[in-house]
């Protein structure tokens, strides 16, 4: 979903009614948007920014 420039990922828990959404752009790759919907209410609207370049669960 999303735009070309600003693609946004979308993850359900159907058992808690909840829905995650991640957006970026690809100008920006050390920042994200998470949003987080409960009974289609936002709860959560923050923006991250990179804290690291190590990769998780990198062997």
């Known amino acids: 979903m999303g735009t070309t420039s600003r693609p ?5 828990d159907p058992e808690r009614d909840v829905t995650y ?9 050390n920042t994200i948007r998470l949003e987080i919907y409960q009974n289609n ?3 959560v ?3 991250l920014a990179r804290e690291s370049d190590e990769l998780i669960g990198r062997l």
């Open 8 to 12: 946004q990922y979308r993850f359900t």
């Open 21 to 29: 959404v991640v957006t970026f752009r690809y100008s920006d790759p």
């Open 41 to 43: 209410r936002a709860i």
């Open 45 to 47: 609207n923050e923006l």
